[in-house]
């Protein structure tokens, strides 16, 4: 089947870059004659089309993604939006069921005349990519999530950018710590996986680096924070991924110390709470969260953005479909969504990098 | 009295700006012929000689400050130490009483051959300037303090840094507040005035700016969200600083909803828990506070601490004593501490930057 | 005369700040019930309606303003036209006149019903308002130019922003310039004051420090550059403002040697031809040149573009007119533009600011 | 034979990473129970010790690496001396004849009791690298060029780095050619092969892309400028790596308009003369040139810096020689330094990214 038309659409949370592979893709299709559109709001402008006045579905050409490289966020409005194969609906008792308008998608797909979707996102929106494409729909995903924990690819696009404002958040909190002699917990996102907090812990010098893969051992982390202080060095930067969590039973030792940090506050008030509780140090806590997902992409992640772009439509072209478009340096090549669905790519534990964080003497909690 | 040497500290927070200063006042001394001494960690190099090894006091000469402008923290040490004046003693029985040690750092001061002091503080340390120098001390201030609200100058340095990178931080929520259709409820320092909230949130074009000196109406800021929701707007980023509260009663009508924020959060939590109660809207919260303080000093930062600085010496060699430097554009003067001392410069309410928030259709909650 | 339609225009160079000072003048005229309008392309927009087929005159709502304040350049084109009072007018034989259109520009104001004129521009634009004034056009000033060369005002939006970008390319260079010993000459703007070259040279700790207002003795520099060599330090950086030149017969004293750099490229190229015919030390130039025009402008920048805006329809609205906003801290004040058309603000020698380079042992080649 | 006393030194031009891998070096070392030494100014602290009062070879413990990764430069001094296997030395009649001083290198390490050499340096001194580790010396190398042309390594450090500033300038500059009307042409470096152009221009949303590997006619880039101009963008950036230069004949053509810019300009300067000769278009040239060799690491550099550091040191304890570290990602590997030495990796002209280019309507030249 020849494409003639495409439609692009943005799932999951905020990263940098959105606007990056949405120009790449608008660029690449124009230039081989294809008509481009895009979807706004998650599936919803395709879905609701009746909430939109302007077109739920609106073309895209070069004048709309003049400049956008540079741009946080998408211009295709919301990402965040519902799963149209478990679309929330409202009963008329006040209860929530979970609806698939799947082959809705496609019908509505089918009329606005679309041949093929590129659909952006992580985890959940490439599941429902290869679920579509079950369904008969060409479609191929291109990789989205600033936790870079995605299968088949070696990095994804919004982790560099991230990791490196968390870098640069974990560098302005060193002169400080130092000179409060305090104890800084930062807290990156990072629930499964910690890739934020292992490169931006190595880039910015942490004295202790917890990650999800490595269950730590609060008595072992207050131990490497008293020999420094025994050193005369006062002060730590301690990097926690919001997924990080003691080992086995070293929760309940310390329950009522940190009882009411676990309760109310995330990964970082635990190993605060930890830390004042078994050393006597002062701490505060700083959880970067949201401020990792927003910004100018760096030029790094730029640039994979628009490579991704324009290998989902080359992609297209040579009859690709149900696939991803993945990083295997130095090339970009394209991969099953059944190989990408529900899988997650964790740090794995004899890599060079937890290596190096060890050879630096950076203690890892184990 | 002719100086030969003259000694500096650095008391309260960290601010960008303090090794600056500390070049500018030691390379200003060197020219004039003086020799120059630091003190480490506040007056505790003073006060405490045998815990330092290598001298609580220590020779500061061009090597010591070559490349330090860029340089966050201070190469003092730890600035967060006891009040001389009222320094905590442990007592036999475990109590703490205060004691006054401030004729002990004149004596030692003296013995040291130390003709002159410059202070490096907030209002705490030009406080006890102030004091000292009643007591006879040849003594200088230099005004710090990242929140902006000393009096007699117009601005402090370490100001301009936070507000550069506060409004850093809002840039890269704007993006993510649309992406996700949330309320970004961003909470920067300020526990008495509102100047880093004002001037961030103005530069960051926040859609509503809570300041201390403007206590608000939750209704009225609800209100402010619920008229964006209806003009299509989803998102909105609200400014708030950490001493904003509700007016007199309107905290009691929200008690219950927004009691656990109240109790357990500060500023930032209440807001948001109270935009919620009041619109049903989601909201995140991010807490920028220790971010604000660290980092490499802005231009206009390093300009400030290096004319403040080098101002401090050639208003010793003048004769001034008992004053602090200041900046009243584009001059530097020299004004009384007991000016200074104990008071705190607010956001005037009739001042032009409120008026532009208010023209520019920002929300001040009241 | 009540207003109720005022237009905007930019004139003259790139300057960081333009979008918020726009964004600010449309917000607050549309709080008061006016309508707004941008010109094009400085004043042809006007002049030439012919040439723009969507509109020489565009309306501006809010819509246009969102999220304007963080971008470069000016959305309503172009900058650097003609002076409509002596526009440049091609003639049948191929020479160029000067024509006055200045009457022309009242009249199509008036056909379009605008009442008033916001201009943002820098000593030329300020002086053809200055001339529209007189012959009886409600006007108002912006005081624009990153030079910050302008009279009556403290400082001039873009200031900022240039001093901040140039301190951090100073900050680059330095340890490249250690590393490979050489002496590495940095040219920013400035081609009758060195307002830019102080305050960034100040910030970013250079060595040697050349304006215009300080004529410099190539054999001072030299000497400073030899000390520096004799005390172990093998490197240095030189700023230069673009329009520093040596003392009377100095020049000519190296005429052979840097004549080359001085016919063909900058005060850069001069001075590091300079410093190498007398001191034999390897040189580089970098010219910083546009890049200090554009890019996002620093949050201070922003706040005064958004004061500046927002007192200008504030000053309308009073009955100001041929005046322009001014910065004189802490306030926002009207000056008649006849105090500033083609007055020019160097910086003073006596100036607290020129001390403090003295006292940091800067070489000012005097 | 067991190793018990390293040595590192630093080699060629500055690039960001050198201190973050000495730092994993020495910290690695450490670890291993191992000493660790630094030679000064590349191997001159090694040959002239009588030059050094403090020593030539400094000892590197955990103190001197604190904090480091942040900084540009190299705390060893300089990188950008004299080949010791072709050392220049002056002869009485004022002539330089080249001596091998190699075995002098040995010689001294030997009796210094270093067991094995780190060297960072780009092509240069992983070529002398390789000469030494083949007269017997324990070596590894470490990969070094912000102008990424090494071969069999995917990536440098400082590449990174120099193209994320060059990103930033570019960034800076589109707002000011639109608002002048301008075609602004930026020249990076980038003398052989044209990775910081390629990877710049994409991630600057470049217009015209020149690299080395692609000779470029002058018309194909005049005739992209003028369809901007017919299509109404009157503006223009063109990056050129310092090394592209015209097609065969192509030069020739535009002798005499171009020729002085040739002659006395770089790539930059030739082909802003060229398009004004060919367009009629105004145009001006950035040249960034030892900016992009500065600065710190950018938080991706300093984890590649960081893994080289400490895989050198594993690399020798496995019993590695005559090797360089690599990436091949996810992993580092050792290579033969026989494979690098005086190879030079290109952008291959069929990959992904110049595809991109294309793609995205980028003219190159071609």
Redesign the interface.
């Known amino acids: 089947m020849t494409i003639r038309r495409i439609a692009i659409n943005t799932g999951g949370?905020?990263a940098p870059g959105l606007n990056a592979v949405i120009?790449?893709v608008v660029?690449?299709a124009l230039?081989r004659g294809w008509e481009c559109l895009g979807i706004r709001d998650g599936f919803n402008g395709l879905l609701f089309p009746e909430h939109y006045p302007a077109g739920g579905i609106i073309p895209l050409g070069a004048a709309q993604v003049e400049?956008i490289?540079?741009?946080?966020?998408?211009i295709l409005?919301?990402?965040?939006r519902g799963n149209p194969l478990r679309y929330p609906q409202r009963q008329p008792d006040g209860s929530t069921i979970e609806v698939d308008r799947g082959d809705e998608v496609l019908a509505r797909l089918a009329e606005a005349g679309i041949d093929a979707l590129v659909m952006l996102g992580g985890d959940g929106s490439l599941t429902i990519a290869e679920a579509l494409s079950r369904r008969g729909l060409r479609v191929i995903g291109v990789p989205k999530t600033i936790d870079n924990d995605l299968d088949q690819t070696?990095v994804t696009f919004g982790f560099?950018t991230a990791?490196?404002?968390?870098?640069?958040?974990i560098?302005?909190?060193?002169?400080?710590a130092?000179?409060?002699?305090r104890v800084?917990v930062v807290e990156v996102m990072g629930r499964y996986a910690g890739w934020i907090a292992l490169?931006?812990g190595?880039?910015?010098?942490a004295d202790v680096l917890l990650i999800p893969e490595l269950p730590y051992d609060p008595a072992v982390v207050a131990a490497a924070i008293a020999a420094r202080e025994r050193a005369g060095r006062?002060s730590a930067i301690v990097v926690v991924a919001e997924g990080a969590h003691p080992v086995g039973g070293a929760a309940s030792v310390l329950a009522t110390e940190v009882g009411r940090a676990d309760r109310?506050g995330g990964a970082g008030e635990r190993v605060a709470a930890e830390i004042t509780a078994l050393t006597g140090k002062e701490t505060?806590v700083?959880?970067l969260?949201?401020?990792l997902?927003?910004?100018t992409p760096?030029?790094?992640d730029?640039?994979l953005s628009?490579?991704f772009g324009?290998?989902a439509?080359?992609g297209l072209a040579a009859g690709h479909s149900g696939v991803m478009v993945a990083l295997d340096?130095?090339?970009?090549r394209y991969v099953p969504l059944a190989l990408v669905a529900g899988r997650m790519r964790m740090v794995p534990l004899a890599?060079?990098?937890i290596?190096?964080a060890r050879?630096?003497?950076i203690c890892l909690g184990d």
Chains 1, 2, 3, 4 share one sequence.
């Open positions: 949370g905020d120009r790449a660029l690449t230039k400049g490289t540079t741009l946080g966020g998408t409005g919301t990402t965040n070696v560099d990791v490196a404002f968390a870098t640069e958040c560098d302005r909190l060193h002169a400080t130092a000179s409060h002699s800084l490169h931006a190595l880039a910015g010098s006062h109310l505060r700083v959880v969260g949201h401020l997902r927003g910004g760096t030029a790094s730029r640039l628009l490579r324009a290998a439509v080359r340096p130095p090339v970009v890599s060079d990098s290596e190096t050879d630096l003497g």
